[in-house]
């Protein structure tokens, strides 16, 4: 029995193996075989800051100045790509002491003409107010987030230009609770301040801001004075952040520049991430961190490896054979045989 069985299992192994093989993977490819896997997803609402500091020219593009507003939204536009299909991002914009939903995340392959136009018909004229608390604006966007089915991501774009100022001992107080909300806050601007473009609500250019059109202190500062000579108010002298790292400039208020120590100061007290808003790639990477990430159930399909490996079957069998020397090409002119020598009568 064993005798009749070696011819066909030397087959099997041989060149016959090579072609059952191949043909048993090109009929399973036929019943669309898939593979559970897990995939890392992302989910974020993104919230530009739309007030007129925004409007500050002092970020560069292809070599020409440009607004704080306009190279946000050309970093986003890139980074479009560089997100993965199944991930979902929406659009939120931010002035006053709001943020407000524009288009709630959705799929970023499928969906990306939209996402485009809709991120190229931000701008300021949009705001409806010109004041910029950002403090209570934050606060509002991670409302809209936790509001939103899945609550996603946030990632809030802005300068952190506080207009009017706050008051070291009166910053506004929230009820968030930090690390409740993942995301991170994008810097945007130079350091350097710079005036600001003022514009009507048609966003039509007015020239800049001046020093007596703004308020220079906060309103707190304004307020009543003591009822009897040299009587001190309960909340004077001491206590508080400090102005500077809220970015408080009295005198400069009408000049902008990034207020990055309010913003990790913000950063940290939401238990986001902060990060300057530099180039695509580290938007990229900020938007795709392992942190942010959300592990889906997929699955993949493996049709196309069951067709390379027929492929490779069947090269096989071809190469070891004399198939395969059939199957190079024929004409080798650097190879021609010699010629036969003629035999001496």
Not at 56 to 85: E, F, Y
Not at 86 to 97: H, I, Q
Not at 100 to 122: K, N
Request: glycine share 12%.
């Amino acid at each position: 029995m064993k005798r009749k069985l070696a011819p066909a299992l030397a087959a099997l192994r041989g060149e016959r193996g090579l072609l059952v093989g191949a043909a048993l993977a090109l009929a399973a490819s036929f019943l669309r075989p898939e593979v559970p896997l897990q995939r890392d997803l992302f989910e974020h609402v993104v919230v530009l800051d739309i007030t007129q500091s925004m409007n500050v020219a002092d970020q560069q593009l292809d070599g020409r100045p440009a607004s704080r507003l306009a190279a946000a939204k050309h970093h986003l536009r890139l980074a479009l790509l560089g997100l993965p299909c199944g991930s979902k991002l929406g659009w939120a914009v931010f002035t006053e002491y709001r943020s407000f939903l524009l288009l709630a995340p959705v799929e970023v392959c499928t969906h990306l003409g939209e996402l485009r136009t809709t991120l190229d018909g931000i701008d300021g004229r949009m705001a409806w107010v010109g004041g910029s608390e950002i403090a209570k604006g934050l606060h509002s966007a991670l409302v809209v987030a936790k509001q939103l089915p899945r609550q996603p991501a946030l990632v809030f774009i802005t300068d952190g230009h506080e207009s009017p100022p706050l008051n070291r001992r009166h910053r506004p107080a929230f009820d968030d609770k930090p690390g409740e909300a993942r995301g991170f806050i994008l810097g945007v601007g130079e350091i350097k301040p710079s005036p600001i473009p003022k514009t009507d609500p048609q966003g039509r250019p007015l020239g800049y801001w001046r020093g007596d059109d703004v308020a220079q202190t906060d309103p707190r500062s304004q307020g009543r004075g003591a009822s009897v000579g040299g009587e001190r108010m309960v909340d004077e002298g001491g206590g508080g952040t400090s102005a500077s790292a809220l970015g408080a400039t009295p005198g400069t208020e009408h000049l902008s520049g990034l207020r990055e120590p309010y913003l990790r100061l913000l950063a940290g007290e939401q238990g986001l991430g902060f990060q300057r808003l530099a180039t695509t790639e580290a938007l990229v990477a900020a938007l795709t961190a392992p942190a942010l990430a959300r592990p889906v159930p997929a699955r993949a399909d493996v049709r196309v490896a069951l067709g390379l490996l027929a492929l490779v079957l069947l090269l096989t069998r071809y190469r070891g054979g004399k198939r395969w020397r059939r199957l190079r090409w024929p004409w080798r002119p650097w190879k021609r045989p010699a010629r036969a020598e003629p035999r001496p009568a």
